[in-house]
């Protein structure tokens, strides 16, 4: 616990720009909602590598997030439920569940087509949460931790700053 809290501050407190982070962390929503080896996940780890987006916060984020969508599958199974037994979208799932690609996809389980909807929809919202959030706390809460006795005692000892000293030389990151 007290671990993941240290990450979550490293994290924060880096340069990274946070966009990055928002996008680590909404990309890991997706992930963490839907089964690990579908295809649109693999497509996302593609993406993660490919684009300049925090890889620490999205291994974080699915650290997190995969909990929530382990007690969100109930409701998963009634938004796939609902959008598979659509009359006017029967069709498109008939023309999807006949194509290889999408067969592969699992599009006709209820669990992943309600995931995959919900954490589409919530990318957005959630990208603007994260990114305002972490632009709040790096203007206002960021002072305040800094100031605490717990921080100002590790960063006296002499190992911390060894460390960043090293850090300084690009040896560590």
């Not at 693999?42 to 929530?68: E, H, K, P, Q, T």
């Not at 995959?116 to 972490?134: E, H, K, M, Q």
């Amino acid at each position: 616990m007290i671990q993941s809290v240290i990450k979550i501050l490293k994290v924060l407190n880096s340069e990274t720009h946070p966009a990055q982070i928002s996008l680590g962390l909404c990309f890991s929503v997706i992930v963490a909602f839907t089964p690990k080896f579908s295809l649109h996940n693999i497509v996302i780890y593609f993406l993660i590598l490919f684009f300049r987006i925090n890889l620490s916060a999205f291994l974080l984020g699915g650290f997190l997030f995969m909990g929530v969508g382990a007690l969100l599958d109930p409701l998963f199974h009634r938004i796939g439920l609902a959008l598979l037994t659509m009359p006017w979208l029967e069709r498109l799932w008939t023309a999807f569940y006949n194509a290889t690609m999408w067969r592969v996809e699992n599009f006709n389980n209820t669990v992943v087509m309600g995931s995959l909807v919900s954490g589409l929809v919530l990318f957005a919202p959630l990208y603007l949460l994260f990114n305002r959030t972490i632009l709040y706390y790096r203007k206002n809460v960021y002072a305040h931790v800094q100031k605490l006795k717990i921080v100002k005692a590790i960063k006296a000892n002499d190992f911390y700053q060894r460390y960043q000293s090293l850090k300084d030389w690009g040896g560590l990151s």
